[in-house]
């Protein structure tokens, strides 16, 4: 795996932020036959259960993607875990969540995370294999976040070469893109999505299928990948899953 650029920071504090977020950027690459190319994405409750993670509030620096699934305290979110943690820096502290963000405006509000769930493997060793963290968010005037926006169902074990939409926010960008595309085998463990225009900021990014259902999240090789036409995802099967019943325990 080629290393991410890593730019100078401005301040020792700002070092360690910039230094996760720049990590935490999806690079997504292209492929032998041209890909499709993301699009805004256009408004719609479904798409609304997509957002930033950031720092602080909506307007802090971005961090990456994150979504809201099922579960049964309807607080939870799915993302990768290079967005939210990593060896060398640890948890990121300060992070919200803003579903639905476009052009500065917040329709739902901005959520405090409240508490991030990844697999030990990750958090000992930054294992690709093990790129997805589940995430917590705390209710807003005793309104969980289910509630304000919905959420979709978490699908393991599925396969590859299901016709998935992927809706992002890439850091350069104020409104979310989106593409849709079949997915297909990277190995036995990890998943690929060919589209173009996944650049840093989307990794986190929901797989959704057009059942509704959430089958991957851009992250594992590259950390999702090193060029904005092919995105990547773990493969979500037992791992997942069991990721996910510690998460809602």
Known sequence: MAPRPVRPARTAQAAVLAALLLAAGAACGGGEEQPPSAAVAPPNPAGDRVGTLSIRDAQGPRACTASVVHSPRRNLLVTAAHCVQSRRIGLLDGLVFTPGYR?????????????????????????????????????????????AVGGNPLATGQGVGLAVSVTGYPNESDEPITCSARTSSQSPTQERFDCGGYTNGTSGSPWVTSAGTVVGVIGGYQEGGETDGTSYSVAFDDRVAELYRRAIA
């Open 103 to 147: 052009n500065g405006y917040s329709p739902y509000g901005s959520w405090p995370v409240q508490s991030i769930t990844v697999d030990p493997r990750w958090a000992a060793e930054d294992d690709p294999e093990y790129d997805v963290a589940f995430v917590t968010v705390r209710a807003i005037g005793g309104r969980e976040i289910e509630d």
